[in-house]
């Protein structure tokens, strides 16, 4: 088998095609000719049809892109003033909730000094009611140990005097005056 190589190499020059008339870069006139309608045509229909195409497709991407953008910012700035809204009624519900506890302490105070109020108005009338009871037991106490000194001083007087004081005018008299002679021993009725 023979070597390609070796073949051009020692082929006859009109075979080569660097040594021929014809040139790779520079063709022939009718070549560039023919070539350049076609080249023409389609770049006609290229700028005519193709291009406006292509151009309405970058500007409607570019109008999506600068629309995508848009919407981005206008959610980024909803979600800032959210996010302000959230914080300023989070701020003014911490506000209302330490008022409200204040409120509730106040007024836990005040519900303690009512009932301090009420327990000492309580102890007072139970004192009170206690003491009135204590003066009416006294007094009748002594209404009757004044009975049983009357009677005593009676039974006394009949003893020294030895008649018996039958009259019931008698008897009131002496006894009226006894019980005068011990109020003025003791006034008070102590």
Not at 54 to 74: S, Y
Not at 148 to 162: C, F, K, P, R, T
Request: no cysteine.
């Amino acid at each position: 088998m023979a070597n390609p190589i070796y073949i051009l190499a020692h082929a006859n020059a009109e075979y080569l095609p660097l040594e021929s008339g014809n040139s790779i870069l520079l063709p022939k006139a009718y070549d560039i000719v023919w070539s350049l309608i076609p080249f023409l045509i389609i770049l006609f229909v290229f700028w005519k049809f193709v291009l406006p195409k292509f151009q309405e497709v970058l500007t409607e991407r570019e109008d999506r892109i600068k629309g995508g953008i848009q919407r981005a910012e206008a959610a980024q700035a909803e979600a800032k003033a959210a996010l302000e809204k959230y914080n300023a009624q989070l701020a003014e519900a911490r506000t209302e909730a330490a008022e409200i506890r204040e409120q509730a302490r106040e007024r836990g105070k005040q519900i303690e000094v009512e009932m301090k109020a009420k327990a000492e108005e309580e102890s007072n009338r139970i004192i009170e009611a206690g003491t009135k009871q204590l003066m009416a037991q006294r007094e009748q106490v002594v209404n009757e140990l004044r009975r049983e000194m009357g009677q005593n001083s009676i039974n006394l007087a009949e003893h020294l005097l030895g008649d018996q004081l039958s009259d019931d005018v008698k008897r009131s008299g002496t006894i009226d005056r006894f019980l005068a002679d011990l109020d003025t021993v003791a006034p008070n009725g102590k």
